[in-house]
């Protein structure tokens, strides 16, 4: 499958004194979905067939620098990650986030992101013709979303990284994946 894009921009750069630390930035606009994965998100064809942004701004700090040897042995591995914008935008749906993580020597995060879906009824929508949420229980997850949003078409809730488990809120998720 392939990826279309009109425009993009990524770019690594030191950020620090200790030579291991990175800020890593990633802009991509127009962004064209293979035809599978549009298919299966939007099956009626009534979304636009391409994002309007996918944006990561952030630092990350290696356990050793990125180099020239980089490729060679055992790749650097991430030990804190700062998120200061994560920003997917599909029409009028926009997901966010910040927030910084911990990475332990097994890979395990620990920390928090916030993260913000904007139109959120629409995502429960794409979410349902997708087949990641069943059509009996989107009625229940559309009633949470409206607890959550308090009146409005924004939701705010923290992805929490702690014990080697995660949490969306005060809803548990399971193991936390390995950063490794």
Request: charged share 20%.
């Amino acid at each position: 499958w392939t990826v279309a894009l009109d425009r993009g921009l990524f770019a690594v750069r030191p950020a620090g004194t200790d030579g291991q630390t990175y800020d890593i930035y990633l802009d991509g606009a127009g962004i064209v979905l293979p035809d599978a994965v549009r298919g299966q998100l939007d099956p009626a064809g009534t979304r636009a067939p391409a994002l309007d942004l996918l944006k990561l701004d952030s630092t990350v700090q290696f356990d050793k620098p990125l180099d020239r040897f980089a490729g060679t042995g055992t790749p650097p591995a991430p030990v804190k990650i700062t998120l200061r914008d994560v920003r997917l935008v599909w029409g009028d749906m926009v997901a966010s986030g910040d927030g910084d993580l911990d990475i332990g020597p097994d890979g395990t995060p620990t920390g928090r992101i916030i993260l913000r879906a904007q139109n959120w009824e629409m995502m429960i929508g794409v979410a349902q013709s997708a087949g990641l949420i069943d059509a009996g229980v989107a009625p229940t997850w559309v009633n949470m979303g409206r607890s959550l949003a308090n009146g409005t078409d924004t939701i705010e809730m923290p992805l929490t990284f702690a014990n080697g488990n995660m949490a969306l809120g005060p809803f548990p998720l399971g193991p936390a994946p390995k950063l490794r």
